[in-house]
T-cell receptor, first 113, second 114 residues
Framework: DTGVSQNPRHKITKRGQNVTFRCDPI?????LYWYRQTLGQGPEFLTY????????KSRLLSDRFSAERPKGSFSTLEIQRTEQGDSAMYLC???????????FGQGTRLTVV | GQQVMQIPQYQHVQEGEDFTTYCNSS?????IQWYKQRPGGHPVFLIQ?????EVKKQKRLTFQFGEAKKNSSLHITATQTTDVGTYFC??????????????FGKGTLLTVNP
Protein backbone atom coordinates (compact mmCIF):
# COMPACT_ATOMS: atom_id res chain seq x y z
CA ASP A 1 0.00 0.00 0.00
CA THR A 2 1.49 3.30 -1.07
CA GLY A 3 -0.63 5.56 1.09
CA VAL A 4 -3.66 7.71 0.36
CA SER A 5 -4.19 8.26 -3.35
CA GLN A 6 -6.21 11.07 -4.92
CA ASN A 7 -7.26 11.60 -8.50
CA PRO A 8 -7.03 13.76 -10.43
CA ARG A 9 -4.13 15.81 -9.09
CA HIS A 10 -5.28 18.91 -10.93
CA LYS A 11 -8.62 19.93 -12.38
CA ILE A 12 -9.47 23.07 -14.30
CA THR A 13 -13.13 23.57 -14.98
CA LYS A 14 -15.44 26.26 -16.18
CA ARG A 15 -17.83 27.86 -13.78
CA GLY A 16 -21.10 26.00 -13.67
CA GLN A 17 -19.64 22.60 -14.54
CA ASN A 18 -19.74 19.57 -12.26
CA VAL A 19 -16.56 17.91 -11.04
CA THR A 20 -15.86 14.69 -9.16
CA PHE A 21 -12.75 13.75 -7.23
CA ARG A 22 -11.73 10.34 -6.01
CA CYS A 23 -9.85 9.27 -2.90
CA ASP A 24 -8.44 5.81 -2.18
CA PRO A 25 -7.48 5.64 1.49
CA ILE A 26 -5.01 3.27 3.08
CA UNK A 27 -6.75 -0.08 2.80
CA UNK A 28 -7.13 -0.94 6.46
CA UNK A 29 -8.29 2.54 7.47
CA UNK A 30 -12.01 2.68 8.09
CA UNK A 31 -12.06 6.43 8.78
CA LEU A 32 -11.90 8.86 5.89
CA TYR A 33 -11.96 12.64 5.85
CA TRP A 34 -12.18 15.38 3.26
CA TYR A 35 -10.56 18.74 3.93
CA ARG A 36 -10.27 21.89 1.84
CA GLN A 37 -7.21 24.10 1.84
CA THR A 38 -6.85 27.56 0.33
CA LEU A 39 -3.65 29.53 -0.05
CA GLY A 40 -2.16 30.62 3.25
CA GLN A 41 -4.63 28.63 5.31
CA GLY A 42 -4.62 25.34 7.11
CA PRO A 43 -6.86 22.50 5.96
CA GLU A 44 -10.54 22.96 6.87
CA PHE A 45 -12.70 19.97 7.72
CA LEU A 46 -15.44 19.16 5.22
CA THR A 47 -16.79 15.72 5.97
CA TYR A 48 -16.08 12.42 7.74
CA UNK A 49 -16.85 8.79 6.97
CA UNK A 50 -16.62 5.80 9.23
CA UNK A 51 -16.73 2.86 6.86
CA UNK A 52 -19.52 3.70 4.42
CA UNK A 53 -21.44 5.96 6.79
CA UNK A 54 -21.09 9.72 6.41
CA UNK A 55 -21.18 10.81 10.03
CA UNK A 56 -20.65 14.52 9.67
CA LYS A 57 -20.83 17.18 7.02
CA SER A 58 -19.43 20.63 7.75
CA ARG A 59 -21.54 23.73 7.37
CA LEU A 60 -18.82 24.81 4.94
CA LEU A 61 -20.33 22.38 2.46
CA SER A 62 -23.24 23.81 0.55
CA ASP A 63 -25.89 21.65 -1.07
CA ARG A 64 -23.76 21.65 -4.21
CA PHE A 65 -21.28 19.36 -2.50
CA SER A 66 -21.85 15.67 -1.99
CA ALA A 67 -19.56 12.91 -0.86
CA GLU A 68 -19.95 9.17 -0.91
CA ARG A 69 -18.06 6.13 0.24
CA PRO A 70 -20.25 3.37 -1.17
CA LYS A 71 -18.40 0.27 -0.04
CA GLY A 72 -16.39 1.72 2.78
CA SER A 73 -13.30 1.81 0.63
CA PHE A 74 -12.76 4.64 -1.87
CA SER A 75 -14.64 7.91 -1.62
CA THR A 76 -15.81 10.49 -4.12
CA LEU A 77 -16.45 14.19 -3.64
CA GLU A 78 -18.69 15.85 -6.20
CA ILE A 79 -19.19 19.56 -6.65
CA GLN A 80 -22.13 20.60 -8.79
CA ARG A 81 -22.41 23.95 -10.57
CA THR A 82 -18.91 24.97 -9.59
CA GLU A 83 -18.21 28.56 -8.58
CA GLN A 84 -14.93 30.47 -8.54
CA GLY A 85 -14.97 30.35 -4.76
CA ASP A 86 -14.68 26.58 -4.95
CA SER A 87 -11.12 26.91 -6.22
CA ALA A 88 -8.93 25.24 -3.62
CA MET A 89 -6.92 22.15 -2.82
CA TYR A 90 -9.18 19.28 -1.79
CA LEU A 91 -7.39 16.91 0.55
CA CYS A 92 -8.41 13.43 1.57
CA UNK A 93 -7.09 11.81 4.74
CA UNK A 94 -7.58 8.51 6.49
CA UNK A 95 -6.74 6.95 9.80
CA UNK A 96 -7.37 3.86 11.83
CA UNK A 97 -8.53 5.25 15.17
CA UNK A 98 -10.21 8.42 16.31
CA UNK A 99 -7.53 10.97 17.15
CA UNK A 100 -4.68 8.98 15.64
CA UNK A 101 -2.25 10.14 12.99
CA UNK A 102 -4.03 11.23 9.82
CA UNK A 103 -2.47 10.25 6.51
CA PHE A 104 -3.15 12.79 3.80
CA GLY A 105 -3.26 12.26 0.07
CA GLN A 106 -1.50 14.59 -2.31
CA GLY A 107 -4.73 16.45 -2.94
CA THR A 108 -6.70 17.57 -5.96
CA ARG A 109 -6.15 21.18 -6.90
CA LEU A 110 -9.32 22.62 -8.38
CA THR A 111 -9.31 25.79 -10.42
CA VAL A 112 -12.65 27.20 -11.52
CA VAL A 113 -12.38 29.70 -14.36
CA GLY B 1 -16.12 27.49 18.12
CA GLN B 2 -12.67 26.19 18.76
CA GLN B 3 -9.86 28.25 17.28
CA VAL B 4 -6.22 27.35 16.85
CA MET B 5 -3.81 30.19 16.31
CA GLN B 6 -0.19 30.00 15.24
CA ILE B 7 2.56 32.56 15.32
CA PRO B 8 4.52 33.69 13.53
CA GLN B 9 2.86 33.37 10.14
CA TYR B 10 6.22 33.53 8.37
CA GLN B 11 9.79 33.01 9.49
CA HIS B 12 12.90 33.39 7.40
CA VAL B 13 16.18 32.18 8.86
CA GLN B 14 19.74 31.61 7.82
CA GLU B 15 20.75 28.00 7.66
CA GLY B 16 22.04 26.96 11.06
CA GLU B 17 19.79 29.31 13.03
CA ASP B 18 17.10 28.03 15.33
CA PHE B 19 13.36 28.32 14.67
CA THR B 20 10.31 28.21 16.91
CA THR B 21 6.61 28.26 16.11
CA TYR B 22 3.88 28.63 18.70
CA CYS B 23 0.36 27.28 18.74
CA ASN B 24 -2.50 28.41 20.97
CA SER B 25 -5.97 26.95 21.28
CA SER B 26 -9.03 28.74 22.59
CA UNK B 27 -10.08 25.51 24.32
CA UNK B 28 -8.33 22.71 26.17
CA UNK B 29 -7.17 19.98 23.82
CA UNK B 30 -7.14 16.25 24.42
CA UNK B 31 -4.08 16.08 22.22
CA ILE B 32 -2.24 18.14 19.66
CA GLN B 33 -0.72 17.04 16.38
CA TRP B 34 1.95 18.69 14.26
CA TYR B 35 2.16 18.39 10.50
CA LYS B 36 4.66 19.61 7.93
CA GLN B 37 3.69 20.60 4.41
CA ARG B 38 6.43 21.12 1.87
CA PRO B 39 5.80 23.67 -0.90
CA GLY B 40 3.43 22.05 -3.39
CA GLY B 41 3.01 19.04 -1.12
CA HIS B 42 0.48 17.68 1.32
CA PRO B 43 0.46 17.68 5.14
CA VAL B 44 2.65 14.97 6.63
CA PHE B 45 2.24 13.94 10.24
CA LEU B 46 5.17 14.72 12.51
CA ILE B 47 4.05 13.95 16.05
CA GLN B 48 1.20 13.79 18.53
CA UNK B 49 1.38 15.08 22.10
CA UNK B 50 -1.15 13.86 24.63
CA UNK B 51 0.01 14.56 28.16
CA UNK B 52 0.08 17.88 29.96
CA UNK B 53 3.63 19.29 29.89
CA GLU B 54 4.81 16.60 27.50
CA VAL B 55 8.07 17.14 25.63
CA LYS B 56 9.09 14.99 22.67
CA LYS B 57 12.16 15.15 20.50
CA GLN B 58 12.79 14.01 16.96
CA LYS B 59 16.43 14.64 16.09
CA ARG B 60 16.64 18.45 15.79
CA LEU B 61 12.91 18.98 16.45
CA THR B 62 11.54 19.50 19.96
CA PHE B 63 7.81 19.56 20.61
CA GLN B 64 6.14 20.76 23.80
CA PHE B 65 2.57 20.60 25.05
CA GLY B 66 1.60 23.17 27.64
CA GLU B 67 0.61 22.34 31.18
CA ALA B 68 -2.93 23.58 30.55
CA LYS B 69 -3.08 21.65 27.25
CA LYS B 70 -4.00 24.83 25.39
CA ASN B 71 -0.68 25.65 23.81
CA SER B 72 2.20 23.95 22.11
CA SER B 73 5.47 24.77 20.44
CA LEU B 74 7.82 23.32 17.87
CA HIS B 75 11.50 24.22 18.05
CA ILE B 76 14.01 23.32 15.36
CA THR B 77 17.68 23.52 16.26
CA ALA B 78 20.21 24.45 13.58
CA THR B 79 17.83 24.65 10.64
CA GLN B 80 18.69 23.06 7.33
CA THR B 81 17.31 23.74 3.86
CA THR B 82 15.35 20.50 4.11
CA ASP B 83 13.32 22.06 6.93
CA VAL B 84 11.64 24.45 4.50
CA GLY B 85 7.86 24.19 4.56
CA THR B 86 4.75 25.14 6.47
CA TYR B 87 4.35 23.73 9.95
CA PHE B 88 0.79 23.25 11.17
CA CYS B 89 -0.52 22.39 14.58
CA UNK B 90 -3.91 20.73 14.77
CA UNK B 91 -6.22 19.88 17.60
CA UNK B 92 -9.22 17.58 17.63
CA UNK B 93 -12.50 19.40 17.77
CA UNK B 94 -15.12 17.88 20.00
CA UNK B 95 -14.84 15.22 22.64
CA UNK B 96 -15.47 11.54 23.00
CA UNK B 97 -16.99 10.07 19.88
CA UNK B 98 -16.77 13.31 17.95
CA UNK B 99 -13.07 13.74 18.68
CA UNK B 100 -12.13 13.08 15.08
CA UNK B 101 -12.21 16.46 13.38
CA UNK B 102 -8.95 18.31 13.33
CA UNK B 103 -8.88 22.09 13.59
CA PHE B 104 -5.72 23.35 11.97
CA GLY B 105 -3.90 26.57 12.63
CA LYS B 106 -2.94 28.74 9.66
CA GLY B 107 0.58 27.42 9.87
CA THR B 108 4.03 28.96 10.00
CA LEU B 109 5.91 29.11 6.72
CA LEU B 110 9.62 28.55 7.29
CA THR B 111 12.12 29.52 4.66
CA VAL B 112 15.83 28.87 5.07
CA ASN B 113 18.57 30.80 3.36
CA PRO B 114 21.51 28.51 2.57
Amino acid sequence: DTGVSQNPRHKITKRGQNVTFRCDPISEHNRLYWYRQTLGQGPEFLTYFQNEAQLEKSRLLSDRFSAERPKGSFSTLEIQRTEQGDSAMYLCASNLFIGSEAFFGQGTRLTVV
Amino acid sequence: GQQVMQIPQYQHVQEGEDFTTYCNSSTTLSNIQWYKQRPGGHPVFLIQLVKSGEVKKQKRLTFQFGEAKKNSSLHITATQTTDVGTYFCAGPRGSGGSNYKLTFGKGTLLTVNP
